[in-house]
């Protein structure tokens, strides 16, 4: 019996660990295309630009 | 298909795949009758086996995906390679682990150097080392045309572990032969609907791990994009 749910237990370990492992690099990869689409987005419209030039404001 | 149905499509295999391991659950513990010799360890066997088998598609989904990728040279090809080689690397460590474990009971030994064994143990290094190779390349086409030549040469060893308790003496039993299954109806049944779900749960994996490469391919496509923008240093 031992060695049956030491079987068992090895499966379903494994499984919810690659499970866990593939949401972990799909949530990841999300967040990070989300901030570099953000920050082409803000070039392509010049917001960047604008930020800049009101930090550089605040700074003087 | 766009991509909404696709994602109901995905989430339908989900839902299939939770139901039918719940039911595989239910017949390899109460719908199985115990095996009169080996006893209750003998239910490892269908866990065991839908394993390997998953190990075997998911590396005959790599061959297939390289021949593709050589011919097409499209990434696509290359991101399923890869997706399918890792859940294939994970399910055949399995397939080992479980194997050993129902090995110890049954022939007093975790391990012996069966041909069955062997060749498995060598599968999961070709494999295991595809991964390692696929890591230490930088460069995106070079990494996809290597991998894909070690994708098809690597699959030779499938056959072989398939027909190892056939063509050579084994301690290894041998699950179906040219004669049918050796295995009586109720444990026939739970037999199939294992491997029913455990090759849905393949697809799934498979669905989610690609699209963990797509993302990926995106980010480093969008990175690139900023940097010839000089957005990112």
Redesign the interface.
Known sequence: ?T??F???A??WG??FA??LS??A??KA??R??SV??V??NR?ATGM?DDEERTADETRR | MNSSSGRALSKIITIVTGLGMLISLYMVFVFAPTERTMGDVQRIFYFHVSTAWVGMLAFLVVFIASIAFLRSQKREWDRLALSSAEIGVVFMTMALVTGSLWAKPTWNTWWTWDPRLTTSAILWTIYVVYLVLRGAIEEPMQRARLSAIFGVIGFIDVPIVFMAIRWWRTIHPVVFDSEGFDLNGRMLLTFVVCLITFTLLYVTLLVQRYRVEALTDAVRQLKQQLEEQEILS
């Open positions: 019996m060695y049956l030491i079987a068992y090895v499966f494994m499984t690659l499970v593939i949401l690099r799909q990869a999300e990070e295309l570099l689409e920050m082409l070039h960047v």
